[in-house]
C-alpha cells in the first residue's frame, strides 16, 4: 500500500460496502483492508447491564460526554499500554478520522474522573449504522461505561447496527454475537438504506428523548443538551433497560 495521507472519502467508501482498514502497527505507514469473514455486532436491544455496571452507571462514577475531546480519544486509543503494547491505529488512519469527525461523521463518547480522560471509544456513523473502531479505559469499568453509554445514545438516536468488527470476551460479555458476512450485509444494507424505519423506539419516547427522524439517518446528538454536556447515569441506564 502506499504511504500517502488516506482520503476520507474512500474511507467512506470501504465501510459503505463492509470494509474497514487496518495497519501492522502503530508507526507503520502502510495500512491494509480488513473483511472479516464473521462479524461481531453487538444488538441495539440486546446489552447486557450487569447489576455491577448498572449501579456504576446510575451513580455517575464517570462524567460521560461525548464530541468533546475526539482527537484525544483517539490518541488514547493509538496509544501503547502495558496490556497492549502496540496498536493498529497508525498515523494517517488517526489523520482521516480527525477530518471524519470534522465532517460530522466521526464521533467519541469519553469517560472523565473529574477533569482526566480515563476511558472512552470512537467510531463512524453512517445511515443509520454505527461502525466502532476502538475503545480505551484506563480506569476499571471505563469502558464498559464508554460503549453502555452509546449503546444508549444510538437506541435514542434511531441507529439499527453497532457494528464491533472483531469479538472478544470483553465486547461478548456485554451482550456481542458474531454474524456471517453475508448476513451482516444484509444488516449494513438495511441500516443505510434510506427507507429505514426512523422510530426510534419506546426508549426514547420514554426517556422524553427524540427519535432520529431524517431520511434514513441516525441522530448521534439525540442525547445532547444536558448540562456541561454529560449525559447522566440515570438517563443511560435507564435506555437501556427499556424494550424496543
Known amino acids: 500500500m502506499s504511504a500517502e495521507p488516506l482520503d476520507p472519502s474512500l474511507l467512506l467508501g470501504a465501510y459503505s460496502v463492509g470494509v474497514f482498514p487496518m495497519a501492522d502497527s502503530r508507526r507503520a505507514e502502510d ?4 473483511e472479516p469473514r464473521r462479524r ?17 452507571i446510575a451513580a455517575d462514577r ?3 460526554t461525548a464530541d468533546r475531546a475526539f482527537a484525544e480519544v483517539i490518541a488514547l486509543c493509538a496509544e501503547s499500554a502495558a496490556d497492549r ?21 466521526a464521533h467519541s463518547v469519553e469517560c472523565w474522573d473529574g477533569d482526566r480522560l480515563v476511558g472512552g471509544l470512537y467510531g463512524l456513523a453512517l445511515g443509520r449504522a454505527f461502525f466502532g473502531e476502538s475503545m480505551v479505559s484506563r480506569a476499571p469499568n471505563a469502558s464498559k461505561v464508554a460503549i453502555a453509554a452509546l449503546v444508549a445514545r444510538l437506541r435514542a438516536g434511531g441507529f439499527k ?11 461478548a460479555s456485554l451482550g456481542a454475537i458474531e454474524v456471517a458476512r453475508a448476513d451482516y450485509m444484509t444488516l449494513l444494507g438495511a441500516a443505510l438504506s434510506s427507507t ?13 428523548v427524540g427519535a432520529a427522524v431524517g431520511a434514513g ?14 449525559v447522566p447515569g440515570k438517563l443511560i441506564a435507564q435506555l437501556l433497560v427499556q424494550t424496543s
Open 31 to 34: 495500512i491494509y483492508w480488513v
Open 40 to 56: 461481531a455486532i453487538l444488538p441495539l436491544d440486546g446489552f447486557h447491564l450487569s447489576r455491577s455496571l448498572r449501579k456504576v
Open 62 to 64: 464517570f462524567r460521560v
Open 85 to 105: 503494547p502496540d496498536t493498529w491505529i497508525n498515523a494517517s488512519i488517526e489523520e482521516a478520522f480527525v477530518r471524519l469527525h470534522a465532517q460530522g461523521l
Open 161 to 171: 447496527l453497532l457494528d464491533c468488527q472483531f469479538m472478544t470476551d470483553h465486547l
Open 196 to 208: 429505514a424505519s426512523s422510530a426510534g423506539g419506546a426508549a426514547s419516547s420514554a426517556a422524553g
Open 217 to 230: 439517518v441516525g441522530d448521534f446528538g439525540a442525547l445532547d443538551g444536558f448540562a456541561a454536556g454529560a
